[in-house]
C-alpha cells in the first residue's frame, strides 16, 4: 500500500492508505481528527469541509493522493483555542442544535470571510448554500458570520 | 380554564442521598416514579457505569469545592435538553451557572425506566421534580449551616451557592457544608421558588457542549472508537419487497483493507416471529450482507464490489399506487372513528353549502445528517453498545432478546446525535451492530452510507385527508375529516385538537393503508401533514363563508370556552392569545404591497402555535420572506435554546413542504443522496421572527410544535399572491421545474 505525508494542522503525518482514499477518512479513521464530519459523501453538505491551502474544500471527495505537499486546515487546527474569530461568534450566538454539521459551516464561513471580510448577507447567504444544516440553523449561521465579521475588523 | 394535558406528579419522596466518600454529597432522583424505601446512591463514584439508572435516573453530585454535576443519561438530540434539564436543578439549588458541569451518563440496563427523546415532552416530565431536587438539596445544605451556627434554619437564606446566617451575619459556601448535609434526613417538604425571583430560567444558556462543537471534539456517534474496532457496511436489497437470494463476494474480497464477509438476517428474523418488531426494522426481514475492514472507505468499497441478487417476494410499489391506494381508500374504505359529535350526517343534509377539499402529502426521508451508525462489542461477559439512540431502553432490550442475553449483559452508552428528527426512535441499526459483533465476535462500528440512509429508510408516510364543512345561514354546522395513511394513522388524541369542541357535529375518521415500505415516526409526526392540510381547508373555508380568516377561528374558539369536555387537549385562551400576538407581530393586513401573507394556528405536543407567512413573487416562484411565530409553550426556561428550535421548526417544515419528495419506482426510492433530494438551503431561508407569549405556566416542549403549520402559512400566502390553492406536497411542483434547481 502507498504511503503518503500528510501536513495536516502544522503537523507531519505518514498514513499508509490506498491511493483513492478521501482526505475525510484518512483524517477520521487513520489521523483521528474526527471532528470533519461525513454526511454525504459526494460534496453535497459541506459536512466534510476543510481548508486546503486556505480554500475549503469538500474532503470527502478529495482523495490523498493529491495533497503531498498541501497545507491542510481542519476544524482541530483552526485556532489555538478555540477562539478563531469565526468560533467566537458561534459560541456568542449559541448557533448549533444538533452540532454535526458546524465544523464544515465554520470551515466555509472562515474561508468565505478570509476573503471577503466585509460582506453583505446576500453575500453570506450565497456563500454558505452549499452547506447544509438539517436542524435549520441557518438564520443564526448568518447572524454569527455578521457577528465574526465585526470581530475581524 | 383547562389545561391541558397536566402532567401527573407523584409528591412521594423521590430523592435519596448519599455521603461520598471521597467527600460530599450525592443525590440520587427519580424523574417519573417514587424511590423505594430501602435505595440508596452509591457512596462512591469510581465509575460512571456503577451508578444505578434503575432507582434513580439522575444523579446531583455537590462536591467540597462547592461544584456541582448532573448526570444525566437523557438522550440530546438537539433539542436542547442536556441544557435546558441542569437549569431546573442549577435555579432551585441556587448556584452561579458557571458551577454547574454535566455529563452525559450511560444507560444501565438493569430494568430501566422510561429514557427517551421524542414527543418534545422531555421539559414538561422534568418541570416538577428537577426543581424539588435541587430545592431540596438547597435546603440540606441550609440545615447543615444551621446546626453548624447553632441557629435555626429560618434563620438562614442561600443564594448562588453561599449561605448566610441572617442573625451573625456569617456565610458559609455549599461545599463547606456538604459532608454534613449529606448524612441528614431528606426534608419532607420544600418550597419552590416564585417565578418572578428565577435567575436561571429564562435566561439564555449556551448548549452545555458549545465549546466541543465548535473545536470538533469527539462527540458524536460516528466520533466513537475503540482499540481494536473494525468497520462493517450492510448492503441491503435495493427494493422494499426484495430479498437476498444469493451474492458473489470474491471481488469484495480482494480489495485491500477487507478483512471479511458474513450474513446476517437470521436473528431479526426468529425474534420477528415472536415479537411485534415489523414497525423499526427497515427494509423487512431479508438477509444482509456485510463486508467488515480496517476502514471505514475500504468497508465502502467492498460493499460496491459485492455482486448480489435479489428475488421479489411482495409487490414493488410504486408512488402512483400509493396514489390510488389513498385516493380509493378515502372515497370508499373502512374508517375507524376516533371521534364523533352530535350528528354530522344530518348537519351534512341539512347544509345550505358544503366545502369538500382533499391535500395529499409524500414518502419523506429523516436525512439525518450523522448516518445512521452504533457500535456493539459483544463478547461472553457482556455486551457494550455506544451510539446515538433516541430508544436506548427499549434497543437494549430488543438486543437481549435478539442475542438470547440477560439484560444485564448489556451496557449501552448514548452519544450526541447528528439529528434525530424520529429516525432514532427506532433500532434497527442497533440491532444489526449487535448481530454483526456477535457473528465475528470483534467491537464494530457499523455506517450506513447517505445512500444506504435515504433509501433503506423509515419513512414519514404519505396522507391524504378529505376535509368536508357543512354550511347553514353561513354558520359552519358539520365537520367530517377522514385519514387515509399508509402503514400509519393519527393518535387517538389529535381527534380532540382544533376544531373539536368547536363544531356541534364533529366527526373524525381513520383508514390505513398496508403497504411493504417500512414507514413512521417523523418530526412532529401526523401533525406535520395535518396541521397543513386543515389551516389550508380553514383558510379557504373562511373565504366560503366571506368571514375573516382570523375571526373565523376566533368565532369558533368562543364555542370552546368554559367546555366541560375533559378530551379537548387545547386550550381555546391559549389560542386565541398566540393568534393575537401573530397578528401584532406580523403586522397582519398592513404590509407593503408585493408583500403577500398567510396565516396558520394550531396546537400540538402540548404547545400552541400560531405563524403569519410573509411571501414576495420573484420570476414567477414565491420567496418566503418572513416567518413571524407566536408561542405559547408555558416558561421559556431557555430563551437561546427555545428560539433555535422555533426558528428551525419553522425553517424545517417549509423546507419540506416546499421540496421534500421521496418517490418510488417498482419498490425503490428514486432519490439517494442529496444531489436527488433537496433539502432547505441558507439562501432559500426566511428570517423567522419569534415571540413567546409571557406565562408562569409549566413548561412544555418545543422540538416539535412550531414545525407543523408553517405549510399552511406558506400555501395560504402563495394563494393570496396567485390565487392557486396548493393540495399537494411539495409545493414547489406547482411552479416551473427551474425553481427546484435554486
Same mark, same amino acid.
Not at chain 2, 473494525?230 to 441491503?236: M, P, S
Not at chain 2, 436489497?237 to 477487507?258: C, H, K, N, W
Not at chain 2, 429516525?423 to 440491532?431: C, E, I, N
Not at chain 2, 442529496?674 to 412544555?700: C, E, G, W
Given at each position: 500500500?502507498?504511503?503518503?505525508?500528510?501536513?495536516?494542522?502544522?503537523?507531519?503525518?505518514?498514513?499508509?492508505?490506498?491511493?483513492?482514499?478521501?482526505?475525510?477518512?484518512?483524517?477520521?479513521?487513520?489521523?483521528?481528527?474526527?471532528?470533519?464530519?461525513?454526511?454525504?459523501?459526494?460534496?453535497?453538505?459541506?459536512? $466534510?469541509?476543510?481548508?486546503?491551502?486556505?480554500?475549503?474544500?469538500?474532503? $470527502?471527495?478529495?482523495? %490523498?493522493?493529491?495533497?503531498?505537499?498541501?497545507?491542510?486546515?481542519?476544524?482541530?487546527?483552526?485556532?489555538?483555542?478555540?477562539?478563531?474569530?469565526?468560533?467566537?461568534?458561534?459560541?456568542?450566538?449559541?448557533?448549533?442544535? $444538533?452540532?454535526? $454539521?458546524?465544523?464544515?459551516?465554520?470551515?466555509?464561513?472562515?474561508?468565505?470571510?478570509?476573503?471577503?471580510?466585509?460582506?453583505?448577507?446576500?453575500?453570506?447567504?450565497?456563500?454558505?448554500?452549499?452547506?447544509?444544516?438539517?436542524?435549520?440553523?441557518?438564520?443564526?449561521?448568518?447572524?454569527?458570520?455578521? %457577528?465574526?465579521?465585526?470581530?475581524?475588523? | 380554564?383547562?389545561?391541558?394535558?397536566? #402532567?401527573?406528579?407523584?409528591?412521594?419522596?423521590?430523592?435519596?442521598?448519599?455521603?461520598? @466518600?471521597?467527600? =460530599?454529597?450525592?443525590?440520587?432522583?427519580?424523574?417519573?416514579?417514587?424511590?423505594?424505601?430501602?435505595?440508596?446512591?452509591?457512596?462512591?463514584?469510581?465509575?460512571?457505569?456503577?451508578?444505578?439508572?434503575?432507582?434513580?435516573?439522575?444523579?446531583?453530585?455537590?462536591?467540597?469545592? =462547592?461544584?456541582?454535576?448532573?448526570?444525566?443519561?437523557?438522550?440530546?438530540?438537539?433539542?436542547?435538553?442536556?441544557?435546558?434539564?441542569?437549569?431546573?436543578?442549577?435555579?432551585?439549588?441556587?448556584?452561579?451557572?458557571?458551577?454547574?458541569?454535566?455529563?452525559?451518563?450511560?444507560?444501565?440496563?438493569?430494568?430501566?425506566?422510561?429514557?427517551?427523546?421524542?414527543?418534545?415532552?422531555?421539559?414538561?416530565?422534568?418541570?416538577?421534580?428537577?426543581?424539588?431536587?435541587?430545592?431540596? @438539596?438547597?435546603?440540606?445544605?441550609?440545615?447543615?449551616?444551621?446546626?453548624?451556627?447553632?441557629?435555626?434554619?429560618?434563620?438562614?437564606?442561600?443564594?448562588?451557592?453561599?449561605?448566610?446566617?441572617?442573625?451573625?451575619? *456569617?456565610?458559609?459556601?455549599?461545599?463547606?457544608?456538604?459532608?454534613?448535609?449529606?448524612?441528614?434526613?431528606?426534608?419532607?417538604?420544600?418550597?419552590?421558588?416564585?417565578?418572578?425571583?428565577?435567575?436561571?430560567?429564562?435566561?439564555?444558556? /449556551?448548549?452545555?457542549? !458549545?465549546?466541543?462543537? !465548535?473545536?470538533?471534539?469527539?462527540?458524536?456517534?460516528?466520533?466513537?472508537?475503540?482499540?481494536?474496532?473494525?468497520?462493517?457496511?450492510?448492503?441491503?436489497?435495493?427494493?422494499?419487497?426484495?430479498?437476498?437470494?444469493?451474492?458473489?463476494?470474491?471481488?469484495? &474480497?480482494? !480489495?485491500?483493507?477487507?478483512?471479511?464477509?458474513?450474513?446476517?438476517? *437470521?436473528?431479526? &428474523?426468529?425474534?420477528?416471529?415472536?415479537?411485534?418488531?415489523?414497525?423499526?426494522? /427497515?427494509?423487512?426481514?431479508?438477509?444482509?450482507?456485510?463486508?467488515?475492514?480496517?476502514?471505514?472507505?475500504?468497508?465502502?468499497?467492498?460493499?460496491?464490489?459485492?455482486?448480489?441478487?435479489?428475488?421479489?417476494?411482495?409487490?414493488?410499489?410504486?408512488?402512483?399506487?400509493?396514489?390510488?391506494?389513498? @385516493?380509493?381508500?378515502?372515497?370508499?374504505?373502512?374508517?375507524?372513528?376516533?371521534?364523533?359529535?352530535?350528528?354530522?350526517?344530518?348537519?351534512?343534509?341539512?347544509?345550505? /353549502?358544503?366545502?369538500?377539499?382533499?391535500?395529499?402529502?409524500?414518502?419523506?426521508?429523516?436525512?439525518?445528517?450523522?448516518?445512521?451508525?452504533?457500535?456493539?462489542?459483544?463478547?461472553?461477559?457482556?455486551?457494550?453498545?455506544?451510539?446515538?439512540?433516541?430508544?436506548?431502553? =427499549?434497543?437494549?432490550?430488543?438486543?437481549?432478546?435478539?442475542?438470547?442475553?440477560?439484560?444485564?449483559?448489556?451496557?449501552?452508552?448514548?452519544?450526541?446525535?447528528?439529528?434525530?428528527?424520529?429516525?432514532?426512535?427506532?433500532?434497527?441499526?442497533?440491532? *444489526?451492530?449487535?448481530?454483526?459483533?456477535?457473528?465475528?465476535?470483534?467491537?464494530?462500528?457499523?455506517?450506513?452510507?447517505?445512500?444506504?440512509?435515504?433509501?433503506?429508510? !423509515?419513512?414519514?408516510?404519505?396522507?391524504?385527508?378529505?376535509?368536508?364543512?357543512? #354550511?347553514?345561514?353561513?354558520?359552519?354546522?358539520?365537520?367530517?375529516?377522514?385519514?387515509?395513511?399508509? +402503514?400509519?394513522?393519527?393518535?387517538?388524541?389529535?381527534?380532540?385538537?382544533?376544531? @373539536?369542541?368547536?363544531?356541534?357535529?364533529?366527526?373524525?375518521?381513520?383508514?390505513?393503508?398496508?403497504?411493504?415500505?417500512?414507514?413512521?415516526?417523523? &418530526?412532529?409526526?401526523?401533525?406535520?401533514?395535518?396541521?397543513?392540510?386543515?389551516?389550508?381547508?380553514?383558510?379557504?373555508?373562511? *373565504?366560503?363563508?366571506?368571514?375573516?380568516?382570523?375571526?373565523?377561528?376566533?368565532?369558533?374558539?368562543?364555542?370552546?370556552?368554559?367546555?366541560?369536555?375533559? &378530551?379537548?387537549?387545547?386550550?381555546?385562551?391559549?389560542?386565541?392569545?398566540?393568534?393575537?400576538?401573530?397578528?401584532?407581530?406580523? +403586522?397582519?393586513?398592513?404590509?407593503?404591497?408585493?408583500?403577500?401573507?398567510?396565516?396558520?394556528?394550531?396546537?400540538?405536543?402540548?404547545?400552541?402555535?400560531?405563524?403569519?407567512?410573509?411571501?414576495?413573487?420573484?420570476?414567477?416562484?414565491?420567496?418566503?420572506?418572513?416567518?413571524?411565530?407566536?408561542?405559547?409553550?408555558?416558561?421559556?426556561?431557555?430563551?437561546?435554546?427555545?428560539?433555535?428550535?422555533?426558528?428551525?421548526?419553522?425553517?424545517?417544515?417549509?423546507?419540506?413542504?416546499?421540496?421534500?419528495?421521496?418517490?418510488?419506482?417498482?419498490?425503490?426510492?428514486?432519490?439517494?443522496?442529496?444531489?436527488?433530494?433537496?433539502?432547505?438551503?441558507?439562501?432559500?431561508?426566511?428570517?423567522?421572527?419569534?415571540?413567546?407569549?409571557?406565562?408562569?405556566?409549566?413548561?412544555?416542549?418545543?422540538?416539535?410544535?412550531?414545525?407543523?403549520?408553517?405549510?399552511?402559512?406558506?400555501?395560504?400566502?402563495?394563494?393570496?399572491?396567485?390565487?392557486?390553492?396548493?393540495?399537494?406536497?411539495?409545493?414547489?411542483?406547482?411552479?416551473?421545474?427551474?425553481?427546484?434547481?435554486?
Amino acid at each position: 500500500m502507498p504511503t503518503y505525508n500528510l501536513k495536516v494542522n502544522g503537523k507531519l503525518h505518514t498514513v499508509e492508505v490506498e491511493s483513492d482514499t478521501p482526505l475525510l477518512w484518512v483524517l477520521r479513521d487513520h489521523i483521528d481528527l474526527v471532528g470533519t464530519k461525513f454526511g454525504c459523501g459526494i460534496a453535497q453538505c459541506g459536512a $466534510c469541509t476543510v481548508h486546503i491551502d486556505g480554500v475549503a474544500t469538500r474532503s $470527502c471527495v478529495t482523495t %490523498v493522493s493529491r495533497l503531498q505537499g498541501s497545507e491542510i486546515v481542519t476544524i482541530e487546527g483552526l485556532s489555538e483555542n478555540g477562539n478563531h474569530p469565526v468560533q467566537a461568534a458561534w459560541k456568542e450566538i449559541d448557533v448549533p442544535q $444538533c452540532g454535526y $454539521c458546524q465544523a464544515g459551516q465554520i470551515m466555509t464561513a472562515s474561508a468565505f470571510l478570509e476573503n471577503n471580510p466585509n460582506p453583505n448577507k446576500s453575500e453570506i447567504r450565497s456563500a454558505m448554500k452549499d452547506n447544509l444544516c438539517r436542524c435549520a440553523s441557518y438564520n443564526s449561521i448568518e447572524k454569527a458570520i455578521e %457577528v465574526a465579521a465585526s470581530k475581524i475588523k | 380554564m383547562k389545561k391541558s394535558n397536566q #402532567i401527573q406528579f407523584s409528591r412521594r419522596a423521590f430523592i435519596r442521598t448519599s455521603a461520598l @466518600a471521597s467527600g =460530599g454529597m450525592l443525590i440520587g432522583f427519580n424523574l417519573f416514579t417514587a424511590c423505594k424505601d430501602d435505595v440508596v446512591p452509591p457512596k462512591e463514584l469510581i465509575d460512571l457505569s456503577q451508578l444505578n439508572y434503575n432507582d434513580f435516573n439522575a444523579y446531583i453530585k455537590i462536591s467540597p469545592e =462547592g461544584k456541582v454535576t448532573i448526570f444525566s443519561p437523557n438522550p440530546e438530540i438537539g433539542q436542547g435538553v442536556k441544557t435546558s434539564m441542569p437549569m431546573l436543578v442549577a435555579e432551585e439549588l441556587d448556584i452561579p451557572w458557571e458551577d454547574v458541569y454535566v455529563q452525559q451518563a450511560p444507560l444501565d440496563t438493569k430494568n430501566f425506566k422510561r429514557q427517551m427523546a421524542g414527543g418534545s415532552r422531555s421539559i414538561s416530565l422534568a418541570w416538577e421534580p428537577l426543581r424539588q431536587t435541587g430545592a431540596t @438539596a438547597k435546603q440540606m445544605l441550609i440545615n447543615a449551616a444551621a446546626t453548624k451556627w447553632g441557629v435555626d434554619a429560618t434563620d438562614c437564606s442561600a443564594k448562588q451557592g453561599l449561605i448566610t446566617n441572617k442573625v451573625s451575619g *456569617e456565610t458559609l459556601g455549599y461545599g463547606d457544608v456538604v459532608n454534613e448535609a449529606a448524612t441528614l434526613e431528606v426534608p419532607e417538604k420544600v418550597t419552590l421558588k416564585d417565578p418572578k425571583d428565577f435567575n436561571i430560567i429564562g435566561q439564555g444558556k /449556551n448548549n452545555v457542549d !458549545i465549546d466541543e462543537i !465548535i473545536t470538533g471534539k469527539p462527540l458524536f456517534g460516528l466520533d466513537y472508537k475503540e482499540e481494536g474496532m473494525v468497520y462493517a457496511c450492510v448492503l441491503r436489497p435495493p427494493a422494499f419487497g426484495q430479498e437476498l437470494e444469493s451474492f458473489d463476494d470474491s471481488a469484495a &474480497r480482494t !480489495i485491500e483493507g477487507v478483512i471479511d464477509v458474513v450474513t446476517i438476517g *437470521e436473528k431479526v &428474523r426468529e425474534l420477528l416471529k415472536k415479537e411485534d418488531l415489523h414497525w423499526s426494522v /427497515n427494509i423487512g426481514s431479508s438477509d444482509k450482507v456485510v463486508v467488515i475492514a480496517n476502514s471505514t472507505w475500504s468497508a465502502f468499497k467492498g460493499k460496491k464490489a459485492i455482486k448480489a441478487i435479489w428475488k421479489n417476494t411482495s409487490p414493488l410499489e410504486s408512488s402512483e399506487y400509493h396514489s390510488q391506494e389513498l @385516493a380509493k381508500v378515502i372515497d370508499s374504505g373502512d374508517f375507524n372513528t376516533l371521534r364523533e359529535d352530535g350528528d354530522v350526517k344530518q348537519a351534512f343534509s341539512n347544509a345550505d /353549502n358544503i366545502l369538500e377539499r382533499t391535500y395529499e402529502s409524500t414518502f419523506l426521508p429523516h436525512n439525518c445528517l450523522e448516518p445512521m451508525n452504533f457500535f456493539a462489542n459483544v463478547t461472553d461477559d457482556k455486551i457494550h453498545l455506544v451510539g446515538p439512540i433516541q430508544t436506548p431502553e =427499549g434497543s437494549a432490550d430488543t438486543v437481549s432478546k435478539l442475542l438470547d442475553r440477560n439484560k444485564e449483559d448489556i451496557y449501552l452508552e448514548m452519544t450526541r446525535m447528528g439529528g434525530g428528527f424520529g429516525r432514532r426512535l427506532y433500532g434497527d441499526f442497533v440491532y *444489526e451492530a449487535a448481530e454483526i459483533s456477535d457473528a465475528i465476535r470483534k467491537p464494530v462500528k457499523v455506517i450506513s452510507s447517505r445512500e444506504d440512509d435515504m433509501t433503506t429508510g !423509515i419513512y414519514r408516510p404519505p396522507t391524504k385527508y378529505k376535509f368536508s364543512a357543512s #354550511i347553514k345561514d353561513n354558520k359552519v354546522t358539520g365537520y367530517h375529516l377522514k385519514e387515509a395513511c399508509i +402503514n400509519g394513522n393519527s393518535w387517538p388524541q389529535m381527534s380532540n385538537f382544533f376544531p @373539536a369542541g368547536a363544531i356541534e357535529n364533529y366527526k373524525y375518521d381513520i383508514a390505513q393503508v398496508n403497504s411493504n415500505i417500512t414507514a413512521g415516526a417523523w &418530526r412532529a409526526p401526523i401533525t406535520n401533514f395535518l396541521a397543513s392540510a386543515e389551516q389550508s381547508f380553514f383558510d379557504e373555508l373562511a *373565504e366560503e363563508l366571506k368571514i375573516d380568516r382570523i375571526q373565523l377561528h376566533k368565532d369558533l374558539l368562543q364555542n370552546v370556552k368554559g367546555t366541560t369536555d375533559e &378530551r379537548i387537549q387545547y386550550s381555546p385562551e391559549r389560542l386565541e392569545g398566540v393568534i393575537d400576538l401573530a397578528v401584532d407581530k406580523s +403586522n397582519w393586513g398592513k404590509t407593503p404591497e408585493d408583500i403577500y401573507q398567510g396565516f396558520a394556528v394550531y396546537y400540538c405536543h402540548n404547545t400552541h402555535v400560531a405563524e403569519v407567512a410573509d411571501i414576495k413573487m420573484e420570476n414567477g416562484y414565491p420567496v418566503v420572506k418572513k416567518v413571524t411565530v407566536a408561542v405559547d409553550c408555558g416558561v421559556v426556561v431557555n430563551p437561546l435554546g427555545a428560539q433555535n428550535q422555533v426558528v428551525g421548526g419553522v425553517i424545517d417544515g417549509l423546507g419540506h413542504m416546499m421540496y421534500g419528495e421521496l418517490t418510488f419506482k417498482d419498490g425503490v426510492p428514486q432519490s439517494s443522496n442529496f444531489n436527488s433530494y433537496q433539502l432547505i438551503r441558507m439562501n432559500q431561508t426566511p428570517y423567522v421572527d419569534v415571540h413567546f407569549v409571557k406565562s408562569d405556566i409549566a413548561p412544555t416542549g418545543l422540538g416539535e410544535p412550531t414545525l407543523p403549520p408553517v405549510g399552511a402559512a406558506v400555501a395560504n400566502a402563495i394563494y393570496a399572491a396567485t390565487g392557486q390553492r396548493l393540495y399537494k406536497q411539495p409545493f414547489m411542483k406547482y411552479f416551473k421545474p427551474e425553481a427546484l434547481k435554486a
